[in-house]
């Protein structure tokens, strides 16, 4: 069974901590993707990586970096916390030679 | 831009109807559709997905049709069940592994 997990479901930070959201597979799939996802505004791509060590900006990458050190995991970093980054953080992965992401039980984040 | 769209936010049904949710997409250059299904507090779950070379896929209850001519591409769920109570995306490939996806439509079962 393919499984993507997250290290958080609920997540509170004050304005200006940084914050690290870790996401973890185990399907040694290549590609893994960070999104956030928000009413009204579906899911919006931050960031993605297609090997270890490679990331690619999303459509909104602004107040945001990703680390991915090992093929496994990918790590979300919110480098001074705002509250407008209060979200639901999705994670996902694809391997290389398919089509389907699948997609993490998500954290929900609140920044005060 | 790229933008997938959803015509219904919110679609009520009741347990046993067939159920049919809507997305509109517009990049025709699109070759790969996929439909998403997000129970509350949980990341979506792949439900079915289809290529553009195809304009009819099934699946356990579930049947993705594509029409390319109009970009339209819908989800019918067969006998819907309570358990199918959830939001409904649909996604684009945009580019390189990337999906752009809709804002979703929830559906509502009820007994």
């Known amino acids: 069974d393919v499984k993507v997990t997250q290290s958080s479901r609920y997540l509170v930070k004050r304005t200006g901590e940084k914050v690290f959201l870790e996401c973890v597979q185990d399907m040694d799939h290549e590609n893994m993707f960070w999104y956030r996802q928000d009413p009204g505004l579906g899911l919006r791509l931050i960031y993605f990586?297609?090997?270890?060590?490679?990331?690619e900006k999303g459509d909104i990458p602004e107040g945001y970096s990703v680390s991915r050190e090992k093929k496994e995991r990918f790590s979300l970093i919110l480098e001074s916390a705002s509250t407008n980054q209060t979200s639901m953080y999705l994670c996902a992965s694809l391997a290389g030679n398919t089509d389907t992401q699948y997609f993490g039980p998500g954290t929900r984040l609140t920044v005060l | 831009g790229e933008s997938v769209g959803l015509h219904l936010p919110t679609l009520s049904v009741q347990e046993g109807d067939n159920s049919i949710i809507n997305c509109a997409y517009s990049?025709?250059?699109?070759?790969?559709f996929i439909w998403y299904k997000q129970e509350s507090g949980k990341g979506p779950q792949f439900i079915i997905d289809?290529?553009?070379?195809?304009d009819k896929r099934q699946g356990q209850r579930v049947t993705v049709l594509l029409n390319k001519t109009v970009k339209h591409l819908s989800l019918q769920i067969a006998a819907t069940q309570p358990g199918d109570s959830a939001v409904y995306f649909c996604?684009?490939?945009?580019?390189?592994?990337?999906?752009?996806f809709g804002t979703g439509t929830r559906l509502l079962v009820s007994p």
């Open positions: 996604a684009e490939r945009g580019g390189f592994q990337k999906l752009v």
């Open positions: 289809i290529r553009s070379n195809m």
């Open positions: 990586s297609y090997d270890v060590k490679m990331k």
């Open positions: 990049n025709s250059a699109s070759d790969y």
